[in-house]
């Protein structure tokens, strides 16, 4: 597949906009669902709901409104609820359950004018770093099918790789959309805590879980941006004020920015353990932000070395209490047996998977008398830790930057007997969903592994509520010709 085979979103708005008929582009993405070589999606939109989102954009256009995002056809992860259509999570517990609503982020999407076509596969619950946890089979990476596309997001970023749609929303506990991002060749976005709306997101973690998109270019990312972004009264979380100044987003407006004079830290801890790729993309993104006349100099964030362990002390606790719901009363298949307890026993047996039900555990243990002060209490304190550090860091730096992750996707299969090193595969990541902070993934290089060219993803990081920062910095680089991303795809 070619560059010129990948949909340009900004483009397709434009087309649409002049008069193309707005069922066509999505139409063209949808008849490619139906094949999905890449096991992208879990499930399409019905023919019908596609053709009413189709109908509502060209009613919309002929009044007069302008939608940046008319006619393009977008793949939401299957956390993400959308009225009409199959939520599962990609978990057999919610196999039957249809959303009565539709998430916030999703509902902007289509505000916009985007069209959705389906949704994207995903590691159960968004609890994994390779879409194989999933119930309905992993997603497969379009640069090698033998190799994951990452997680738990793997199915709107291959859906975004593969060329099927040019934008997708996934969610991001500890790097669910930069690490997919990373591993299959495109942008992937997380957004300060609370920017965008969680409301209709499933939940994981709570306190860590963010919507985030993946794109191909920087126009088409700070498109849906614009578009996502910004307080929302239906979630607790959501910020009062959309940026560190209150204002409307304007990633948009941030494009065409001159970074001479950027203070660029790279993270001393993230330099140890990646493959000879890694660190070579990571020294010629280094190079490159020389060039456009960053200075860059070498920075140390001592405490995320735990940010693993915090990481994990945090995240399956929210999740043990977030998946309490699902029981076979309300949510799941009711399972066998007269008496409450063993019919609610055997639905979570039945219902959840392998890494779920380890999570519930590791979760519900750490959460228990005697242990919540050794454990839970213990991680949030270094969770304030990590937070300072980032923050000292800022003090000095206006970015700061690792790679996304210290490895090219690694084959299926490949981590699925050790959950360890399948954790670890978020080392370069959780840290920033701990300290709430934006974070982008920018295809940067390949690396070419077994013969074959992998992408290689490599992490921009900015304070709090400066989310423009990052699309003006992989801006400038992608004006430079620095970055590889989709454009380097073979076969």
């Known amino acids: 597949m070619s560059v010129t085979a990948f949909p340009i979103a900004t483009d397709i708005a434009a087309a649409v906009t002049s008069g193309q008929d707005a069922l066509q582009a999505a139409q063209s993405a949808y008849q490619v669902a139906q094949d999905d070589p890449y096991s992208a999606l879990i499930s399409t939109v019905s023919p019908d709901q596609l053709h009413d989102q189709a109908a509502q954009v060209s009613a919309r256009l002929a009044a007069g409104e302008v939608l940046p995002l008319a006619g393009v056809p977008v793949v939401i992860k299957d956390n993400l609820n959308l009225a009409g259509t199959a939520t599962t999570c990609g978990s057999r517990i919610l196999q039957q359950y249809v959303s009565p609503y539709t998430a916030t982020a999703v509902a902007r999407l289509q505000r916009a004018g985007a069209i959705v076509i389906g949704k994207g596969n995903m590691d159960e619950f968004a609890m994994g770093s390779s879409s194989e946890s999933g119930a309905f089979g992993p997603s497969v990476n379009p640069w090698d099918t033998s190799r994951v596309a990452g997680g738990s997001s793997g199915g709107s970023a291959a859906a975004v790789a593969s060329g099927m749609v040019a934008l997708s929303l996934g969610s991001d506990t500890g790097g669910s959309v930069r690490q997919p991002a990373g591993f299959t060749g495109v942008y992937g976005f997380k957004p300060t805590y609370g920017r965008v709306s969680r409301y209709g997101l499933v939940a994981y973690a709570s306190s860590l879980d963010q919507i985030g998109p993946f794109a191909t270019n920087t126009r088409d990312l700070a498109t849906v941006l614009d578009a996502v972004c910004g307080h929302d009264p239906l979630d607790a979380t959501s910020l009062p004020g959309t940026d560190v100044h209150g204002n409307a987003p304007q990633f948009v407006a941030a494009l065409g920015a001159d970074i001479a004079g950027l203070r660029v830290g790279v993270v001393r801890e993230s330099l140890a353990g990646n493959t000879a790729g890694v660190s070579a993309v990571l020294e010629a993104t280094l190079e490159a932000l020389r060039n456009l006349g960053a200075v860059v100099s070498e920075v140390s964030l001592p405490t995320v070395q735990h940010a693993i362990a915090a990481y994990y002390l945090i995240a399956t606790p929210e999740a043990s209490s977030n998946l309490a719901r699902y029981d076979g009363m309300v949510y799941g298949q009711r399972g066998a047996g007269q008496e409450v307890s063993t019919s609610m026993s055997t639905a979570r047996a039945e219902g959840f998977g392998l890494e779920v039900k380890r999570r519930i555990l590791m979760g519900t243990y750490a959460l228990s008398s005697g242990y919540y002060d050794a454990y839970y209490s213990k991680a949030m304190k270094v969770r304030r830790l990590i937070a300072n550090d980032f923050a000292r860091a800022f003090a000095a730096y206006d970015l700061l930057i690792t790679p996304t992750s210290p490895f ?84």
């Open 408 to 491: 090219p996707a690694f084959r299926l299969g490949e981590k699925q007997s050790d959950p360890v090193a399948m954790y670890a595969a978020d080392v370069d990541t959780v840290a920033i969903n701990l300290a709430g902070l934006p974070a982008l993934s920018v295809p940067m290089g390949l690396e070419v592994v077994d013969g074959k060219p992998l992408p290689v993803g490599i992490q921009l990081i900015a304070p709090a509520l400066q989310d423009e920062r990052l699309l003006r910095v992989a801006d400038a680089l992608e004006r430079a010709g620095a970055v590889v991303g989709v454009a380097g795809r073979r076969g």
